[in-house]
C-alpha cells in the first residue's frame, strides 16, 4: 500500500526522532511528509514506533492510504515526483 | 461533476509566499496540520485552487503536492494525537 505519512510535532527533538523513525518506512518527500509503500504489517509496526515517540497531546501524525487509483491521479507541482514502487510500477 | 477529496500538502521557501499560499487555501479547504490541507473539490475547482496557487509559487524552490483520497481511503484514514478525521462531506466519484 501506499501511505502518506505527515506530523506536526511539537518538539525539535521529538521531531528529529519522529522523522528518523518515518525513514525506516518511507522517503522524505516534503519537510514533514513521507511517502511510503508499505504492507499491513510494516504500517502496523511504524504507527507503533511512531506512537511511542509522540505527545499525544501536543503532537499528530496523520496516515493516509492511497489505493492504486489514487496514486495514479497525484499531482505535483515545484521539484520532485512520486515516489516509486516496483509493486505498482509507477516512476 | 463530481467532488473529489483532496489533500494539499506543501512546502514553500519564503515567507510572504507561504502565507500567500496558507491564505489561498484557507478559502478552499480545512488546514488540518501546519502545511497540510483537506480539500473537497470537483475538477473545476481544483483546476482553479491549482492556478491560483502556481500564481502564488516559486516553482524552483516550492513544492506543492496534490494527495486524492476515494471515499474507500478516506475511510480509511488513521492518525495519532491531536487533530481530527477528514470532515464529513457528502461528495461523489465517477
Known sequence: MFVIVCYDIADERRLRRVAREAENFGTRVQKSVFECHVDGAQLAEMQQRIARLIDPLADQVRYYRLCPKDVEVIVFDGPGSVTADWEYGIV | ?94
Not at chain 2, 24 to 46: I, N, P, W, Y
Not at chain 2, 67 to 91: I, K, M, N, S
Request: contains cysteine.
Open chain 2, 1 to 94: 461533476m463530481s467532488a473529489r477529496f483532496w489533500i494539499v500538502a506543501y512546502d514553500i521557501a519564503e515567507p510572504k509566499r507561504l502565507h500567500a499560499v496558507a491564505a489561498t487555501l484557507e478559502s478552499a479547504g480545512t488546514r488540518v496540520q501546519k502545511s497540510v490541507f483537506e480539500c473537497v473539490l470537483d475538477a473545476a475547482g481544483f483546476a482553479d485552487l491549482r492556478e491560483r496557487l502556481n500564481q502564488c509559487i516559486d516553482p524552483a524552490s516550492d513544492r506543492v503536492r496534490y494527495y486524492p483520497l476515494c471515499p474507500w481511503c478516506v475511510e480509511r484514514f488513521a492518525w495519532q494525537g491531536t487533530g481530527a478525521p477528514p470532515e464529513d462531506h457528502t461528495y461523489y466519484v465517477v
